[in-house]
């Protein structure tokens, strides 16, 4: 179980961590603390939700051939492009973040070398195996102690407090934005409900217990954090502070542990790409074996090609994203993806009467349609433009391109080329 829970946390040990709450702390204050409960019960929904479609559809890329089967051919293109989107977005994040942790004044080269080096980690056919995760994770995690037990035991300076509104002060009335923001602290949940062929050698299929576990566990390690960097920074400086984990560092006149933040931001957020690479790369071979893409991608010898496509879709959005913006993007992109995907399973479940699981397919439709609603409204007109245009022109596609034949529901089987992150 613990190794499950540590692929869980090598996933979402990114630039939600790192940097995420920024955008939640700018907008509600220190209310954010009470916001950061909403996006965990969500999460937990969301990652029910994908247990259950890993059980009905083993293999790679289960959310697509569930919302095909139960929904139809749009509904599966719109969320898969959803889901391809968001994890763009997120690796820009990731990218940028660490960037700032490096060389702040070099955002972009150092961004897209980050990409391009995940790229040609993935293209090459390399995968981080269970035990190098959990040496990551536990790193990450020392070091998080270390910046946690400094900030408690030093007193923080004096601090400003922000007058309403103005950015950082406490508003009530930003409670829900940044629920909605600091959704994103959370993603890479999914990646213990689903493991590849290899990780289910190593270490299993995630248990029951480890699921919401996960989920408590990386609650209270963020309300801890919050609560650190709020005590040091105060809201207002940590509402606009790219590098929230060196920053606090220097606010408690401990600069001299600032390279191991850096340290662990590069291991964490190196992590967190790597296996979001490796889940875009399952979502479009996918959805290429249902022929809304080319149908040659989802073969062995394609494998390098997906790589890079993805690898140059997340450089794209680190060309056009500022890791602030970029969060809550994903973030909006990952609900439209979850609340297909919770309809769908929903469907799937109906014969199983009142489960907790078909209970939580229908709070995680609710949670993901009503915060994202409560994000800014750019992000919400990016996502009907760009996922609706996209998965309209795959529509397009899948009737009048050049593999012909109605598209299979079933999924994509299991094999090592396609299921090795």
Do not use: K
């Not at 490096?102 to 391009?116: E, Q, W």
């Not at 979502?283 to 149908?295: E, I, K, N, Q, Y």
């Amino acid at each position: 179980m613990f190794s499950s829970i540590a692929l869980g946390l090598a996933g979402m040990l990114g630039a939600g961590l790192f940097t995420g709450f920024a955008p939640a702390v700018a907008g509600s204050g220190r209310w954010f603390l009470v916001a950061m409960v909403l996006p965990a019960i969500a999460a937990l929904c969301c990652v029910s939700v994908s247990a259950s479609q890993a059980v009905a559809y083993p293999g790679a890329g289960t959310s697509y051939p569930c919302v095909r089967e139960h929904l139809g051919a749009w509904p599966a293109r719109f969320a898969s492009t959803a889901q391809l989107a968001g994890s763009a977005a997120a690796v820009a994040a990731l990218a940028g973040t660490c960037a700032d942790y490096l060389l702040p004044g070099h955002r972009i080269p150092v961004a897209l070398v980050f990409v391009g080096l995940v790229t040609v980690f993935a293209a090459a056919g390399l995968r981080l195996s269970r035990r190098v995760l959990t040496i990551g994770v536990v790193f990450v995690l020392v070091v998080l102690s270390l910046i946690v037990i400094t900030g408690l035991a030093i007193a923080p300076p004096p601090q400003a407090v922000p007058v309403a509104g103005t950015t950082g002060a406490d508003s009530v009335n930003g409670f829900t934005a940044a629920a909605a923001s600091l959704f994103f602290v959370f993603l890479g949940f999914d990646r213990m409900t689903a493991p590849s062929r290899a990780e289910l050698a190593e270490g299993g299929r995630s248990s029951g217990i480890a699921i919401p576990l996960l989920v408590l566990t990386a609650l209270g390690m963020y309300l801890l954090l919050g609560f650190v960097l709020l005590h040091q920074l105060g809201s207002g400086r940590l509402a606009v502070s790219a590098t929230p984990l060196r920053d606090v560092l220097g606010a408690a006149d401990a600069s001299a542990f600032a390279p191991a933040a850096s340290a662990a931001a590069v291991v964490g957020l190196g992590m967190a790409a790597v296996l979001t690479l490796g889940g875009m790369h399952r979502t479009a071979v996918s959805m290429a074996a249902g022929r809304d893409l080319p149908v040659g991608l989802s073969r062995d010898r394609a494998r390098p090609a997906v790589d890079v496509i993805v690898g140059a879709l997340a450089a794209i959005g680190v060309l056009l994203l500022t890791p602030a913006q970029a969060i809550p993007l994903a973030a909006a992109c990952v609900f439209a993806h979850y609340a297909f995907s919770s309809a769908s399973t929903r469907v799937l479940l109906m014969d199983d009467g009142g489960t907790w699981p078909l209970r939580a397919a229908c709070a995680g439709m609710a949670f993901s349609v009503l915060l994202c609603m409560c994000l800014p409204g750019w992000t919400l007109l990016s996502v009907v433009a760009l996922v609706g245009g996209a998965s309209a022109a795959l529509g397009l596609y899948a009737r009048f391109g050049g593999d012909g034949g109605a598209p299979s529901p079933g999924n994509v089987p299991i094999r090592d080329a396609d299921t090795r992150q």
